[in-house]
């Protein structure tokens, strides 16, 4: 029996989907972070959070809608990942399902933080009907949850073993990947999970870019 090797043809979308939503993830939810510019000392007094924020409800609808689109545009780029390193790591590997399990663990967390925005912009068109300390709650849920990208981390951390165990992708990638990981690592480490949206947005749009750039793979066949 004789090994040979194919050089398989597939589509990009899905690379540049991840592109397209670590772009759009991190560019769009520091944007929402203005919500709360002028809240400064307030924090202490729930009421003064409400009034400082009732006239800002256009932040949280666009949050919301990057929620959504993120999160879509990241499930595609978990299969497209998926499928990839799948054909690319020995039979049997984890690298795969862990890549794309952490993708996708993002993409969850953005459904469930963009959902916390619907109730709050109702809340801010009314605030007097609302309890402060409620609407204040809310807000501390909505400047936490979708930042919570530690499942790229994950996922970053997947593809550096593959890239730098079994080639499975090139090896700058691999190092770039494994960086991110390490950053995201240290977000988690310390009371401050949300920083994972900054190296885990970047590693998400670097390695989108990254295969979508790449070639044609070869595959083994027997």
């Known amino acids: 029996m004789t090994t040979s090797m194919i050089v398989q ?3 990009r979308g899905w690379a540049l989907a991840g592109a397209a939503g670590g772009l759009v993830g991190l560019v769009g939810l520091f944007a929402g972070t203005s919500l709360t510019a002028d809240v400064g000392d307030g924090i202490k007094d729930n009421a003064l959070v409400v009034a400082a924020v009732a006239g800002q409800r256009g932040y949280v609808w666009s949050t919301q809608v990057v929620c959504f689109v993120v999160a879509a545009l990241l499930l595609v780029f978990a299969a497209g990942l998926r499928r990839h390193l799948a054909a690319q790591e020995p039979a ?42 409620t609407i204040a709650g809310l807000v501390e849920v909505y400047n936490t949850l979708p930042w919570l990208w530690a499942g790229a981390g ?6 550096a073993v593959g890239g730098l165990r079994h080639g499975s992708v090139a090896r700058w990638l691999a190092v770039v990947s494994g960086l991110c990981a390490v ?12 920083g994972a949206l900054f190296p885990g947005s970047v590693w998400v749009l670097v390695a989108g870019i990254g295969f979508a750039a790449a070639g044609p793979r070869k595959t083994h066949v027997d």
């Open 9 to 11: 043809r597939t589509g």
């Open 92 to 133: 049997g590997s984890l690298v795969p399902a862990v890549a794309a399990g952490g993708v996708g663990l993002v993409a969850v967390l953005l459904v469930v933080g963009g959902g916390i925005c619907t109730e709050l912009y109702w809340a801010l068109g009314e605030p007097q009907r609302w309890d402060p300390d």
């Open 154 to 159: 994950i996922a970053a951390g997947a593809v």
């Open 183 to 194: 950053l995201v690592a240290a977000t988690q480490a310390f009371p401050a999970q949300y």
